[in-house]
């Protein structure tokens, strides 16, 4: 089965904590994992993909094939990073299309 | 700026009555996707339009329909919506099959 778990709803930290959104998938292909990132009144959109290895606005993700996981993570949460972000699993059905976790909802505190 | 346009932001409707939201878009791409998400759940691909080949998700019910006049619109129809249809309707595009998908503000429905 494809699927996408994303163990926790809500995730609160301090700026300046180090934050970790955590990402397991089920897939039996060679997974292409992505996160996806909603702030306050904006809309559902790409923040990082596991292929390019880059750091945006801060944040890693390794794709971790043994533990299947795909953890997003940084040093030092700020304020601004408050956002819905979504670990998404692009899957070659069809075409192609995008399997979406439940969500984590990061509150950073100041 | 090149966008994805989805109206009306907010829509009730009565139960059993049809509901079309509209999605426009200015990106020019050439898939449309459109996603139902339904309160702290994951956003759930319901179908998507290649050019104007349709594709529908194995499980999406029968209740939905899409319609794809030209590049810019795609339209969501609910033929009878029931009281868990209600959630929030996302549409989306790319360009070709991809990863990168932009997505449109959402339409809230709420079914009365």
């Known amino acids: 089965a494809q699927r996408v778990t994303q163990p926790e709803k809500l995730l609160s930290v301090f700026k300046g904590a180090p934050v970790e959104l955590k990402c397991n998938y089920s897939y039996s292909g060679s997974p292409e994992l992505f996160w996806y990132v909603q702030y306050s009144r904006q809309r559902l959109q790409l923040l990082l993909r596991h292929i390019s290895r880059e750091s945006i606005k801060g944040f890693t993700a390794d794709l971790n094939k043994g533990e299947t996981s795909f953890h997003l993570k940084k040093p030092f949460a700020q304020e601004e990073d408050s956002a819905m972000y979504y670990c998404?699993?692009?899957?070659?059905?069809?075409?192609?299309?995008?399997?979406f976790g439940q969500g984590t909802e990061l509150s950073v505190k100041p | 700026d090149a966008m994805v346009i989805q109206n009306p932001r907010y829509q009730v409707t009565q139960f059993g009555k049809p509901v079309t939201l509209s999605c426009s878009q200015t990106?020019?791409?050439?898939?449309m996707y459109w996603y139902q998400q339904k309160s702290s759940q994951a956003p759930k691909l319901l179908f998507h339009?290649?050019?104007?080949?349709?594709?529908n998700e194995a499980d999406t019910p029968d209740n939905f329909q899409s319609r794809r006049p030209n590049t810019s619109f795609c339209f969501l129809d609910i033929r009878s919506p029931g009281l868990g249809d209600a959630a929030m309707y996302l549409c989306?595009?790319?360009?070709?099959?991809?990863?990168?998908?932009?997505f449109g503000p959402g339409t809230r429905l709420t079914v009365t």
């Open positions: 998404a699993l692009y899957v070659y059905n069809q075409g192609g299309k995008l399997i």
């Open positions: 339009y290649y050019d104007k080949d349709f594709n």
């Open positions: 990106l020019n791409h050439n898939v």
């Open positions: 989306a595009t790319s360009e070709g099959h991809s990863y990168e998908q932009y």
